[in-house]
């Protein structure tokens, strides 16, 4: 039996935790959550995700500043970050180092989700 993709959703809105588990556990993946920037390393350290799906504004820390912390560090450089954004603009930053691998532009629907999931899990 394959088992199933770790994905880590970290995000400071229960509900979009909620949706986005509730989608992802329906197409197959195993999803932990977290609702803050000091819960993520943590959570990366037990659960071992094949990929996080990080907020860019969280109470703690901004999801950019997250997403340089673990791209710059040598154990998880290589763990693929999907960073949520209600500002489009916050493409011109992919390119830069330490940047998220993609972003998903809020609100969003199912299918740009899942693609970007797949995509990102492909890679």
Not at 40 to 55: C, M, N, S, V
């Amino acid at each position: 039996m394959v088992m199933a993709k770790k994905i880590l959703i970290v995000d400071n809105n229960m509900l979009m935790i909620e949706v986005m588990t509730y989608i992802l556990i329906n197409s197959g993946y195993e999803v932990f959550a977290a609702c803050s920037g000091s819960e993520i390393f943590e959570q990366i350290k037990a659960e071992h995700p094949d990929l996080i799906i990080l907020d860019a504004r969280l109470p703690d820390i901004t999801g950019p500043e997250i997403c340089q912390l673990i791209k710059l560090n040598k154990t998880t450089a290589m763990l693929p970050v999907i960073m949520c954004s209600g500002d489009e603009a916050a493409n011109a930053g992919l390119h830069k180092q330490g940047a998220p691998d993609d972003l998903l532009i809020k609100p969003f629907d199912i299918k740009s989700l899942l693609q970007k999931v797949a995509y990102q899990l492909a890679a």
